[in-house]
C-alpha cells in the first residue's frame, strides 16, 4: 500500500532550526521529495533524494533518509518568516506521486 | 515560460451542474496528473496520463472525468457537480516517471 504521514503543525522562532519528520509505507519508491506551498499558491519543489542516499545538503535545507525506518526529515537551518507555509513530503509510486498531508510551518519573529 | 497554466482560477457551481477545468503546460512533459487539496487530507490523486491518449484513474476518481487529445492540455470534467467536490484543483506535469512535478497555481471550487 501506499501511505505517507506527517505531522500536522510546527511552530519555531527565527533563527533556529526546524525539522519536518515523514513517514512513508512503499520500500519501492525511488524518490522522496519535499515540497512547499505559499498561502494561495501551488506547490514548489524544495528538494528531493533518490532512495540509495542517506543524506542531502542543499544551503540551508537538509534531507535524511532512513530506508530501515521508512522515515524522511526536512531540516531547515536559521529558519526565517518566509519560510513560513506547508510543507509537504511525497514518494514515487509507480507514475503517481503520493502525498502526505501536509506539516504547516509557523515561524515567529 | 508559462509552466502550467490551470483556468479559472476561482469558480462557483450550482449542484448539479456541470464544467470544465482546463490545464495546460507548454514544457512538453509527457506526464499529467489532476489532484484535490482538502485541508488536512493532503492532496488526493483523481486522474493521471503519461502520454497523449493514454488516461489512468487515481485515487479518488469518481465524479470526473478526463482526456488527454493533446501533449499540452489535460482538462478535468465535472459532469455533475455536489458540495463534496468542493475544494481546490491542481494540474501538475513532469517530464518522466519520478522527476520533478510542476504545479499550476489552482482553482478554487465551491459548489453549493
Known amino acids: 500500500g501506499e501511505d505517507v504521514e506527517q505531522s500536522l503543525f510546527l511552530s519555531v522562532r527565527e533563527g533556529d532550526s526546524s525539522v519536518i519528520n515523514c513517514t512513508y509505507t512503499?520500500?519501492?519508491?525511488?524518490?522522496l521529495y519535499w515540497y512547499k506551498q505559499e498561502p494561495g499558491a501551488g506547490l514548489q519543489l524544495l528538494t528531493y533524494?533518490?532512495?540509495?542516499?542517506d543524506m542531502k545538503q542543499d544551503q540551508r535545507l537538509t534531507v535524511l533518509l532512513n530506508k530501515k525506518d521508512k522515515h524522511l526529515s526536512l531540516r531547515i537551518a536559521d529558519t526565517q518568516t518566509g519560510d513560513s507555509a506547508i510543507y509537504f513530503c511525497?514518494?514515487?509510486?509507480?507514475?503517481?506521486?503520493?502525498f502526505g498531508a501536509g506539516t504547516i510551518l509557523r515561524v515567529k519573529s | 515560460n508559462a509552466g502550467v497554466t490551470q483556468t479559472p482560477k476561482f469558480q462557483v457551481l450550482k449542484t448539479g451542474q456541470s464544467m470544465t477545468l482546463q490545464c495546460a503546460q507548454d514544457?512538453?512533459?509527457?506526464?499529467m496528473s489532476w489532484y484535490r487539496q482538502d485541508p488536512g487530507m493532503g492532496l488526493r490523486l483523481i486522474h493521471y496520463?503519461?502520454?497523449?491518449?493514454?488516461?489512468d484513474q487515481g485515487e479518488v476518481p469518481n465524479g470526473y472525468n478526463v482526456s488527454r487529445s493533446t501533449t499540452e492540455d489535460f482538462p478535468l470534467r465535472l459532469l455533475s457537480a455536489a458540495p463534496s467536490q468542493t475544494s481546490v484543483y491542481f494540474c501538475?506535469?513532469?517530464?518522466?516517471?519520478?522527476?520533478?512535478?510542476?504545479f499550476g497555481q489552482g482553482t478554487r471550487l465551491t459548489v453549493v
Open positions: 501538475a506535469s513532469s517530464r518522466d516517471r519520478g522527476t520533478e512535478a510542476f
Open positions: 496520463s503519461v502520454g497523449a491518449g493514454i488516461t
Open positions: 533524494i533518490f532512495s540509495n542516499m
Open positions: 511525497a514518494e514515487s509510486h509507480g507514475n503517481k506521486l503520493v
Open positions: 512503499d520500500s519501492s519508491s525511488t524518490y
Open positions: 514544457m512538453n512533459h509527457e506526464y
